[in-house]
């Protein structure tokens, strides 16, 4: 079974730095490309970055230069780190088992809030 566990999501200021992670099991996380993906209150899945298995990496527009994407496949763990937040940034944010895509299967996600 794909189980995905986001943590490390939080309150911040604009400005300031948050980095969440995704602990993944029941598949081989190694040759997995993964996503992550944000919902913000009352809007769909938005794809923000992805990482295949040999590290290509792409960003959405939204992100880019701010939002770095990382994995370590000897912890299974996918990370998101995000500098220089915005209020528009604020979302639920989840991990998927995708590339370019919005999963599923994703996991019950993290919430970022980026508030004054």
């Known amino acids: 079974e794909v189980q995905l566990a986001e943590s490390g999501g939080g309150l911040v200021q604009p400005g300031e730095s948050l980095r969440i992670s995704c602990v993944a099991s029941?598949?081989?996380?190694?040759?997995?490309?993964m996503s992550w993906v944000r919902q913000a209150p009352g809007k769909g899945f938005e794809w923000v970055a992805s990482m295949n298995h040999d590290g290509r990496i792409r960003y959405a527009d939204s992100v880019m230069g701010r939002f770095t994407i990382s994995r370590d496949n000897s912890k299974n763990t996918l990370y998101l780190q995000m500098n220089t937040l915005k209020t528009e940034d604020t979302a639920t944010y989840y991990c998927?088992?995708?590339?370019?895509?919005?999963?599923?299967?994703r996991g019950q996600g993290t919430q970022v809030t980026v508030s004054l």
């Open positions: 998927a088992r995708a590339w370019l895509g919005v999963g599923p299967p």
């Open positions: 029941g598949f081989v996380f190694a040759l997995a490309s």
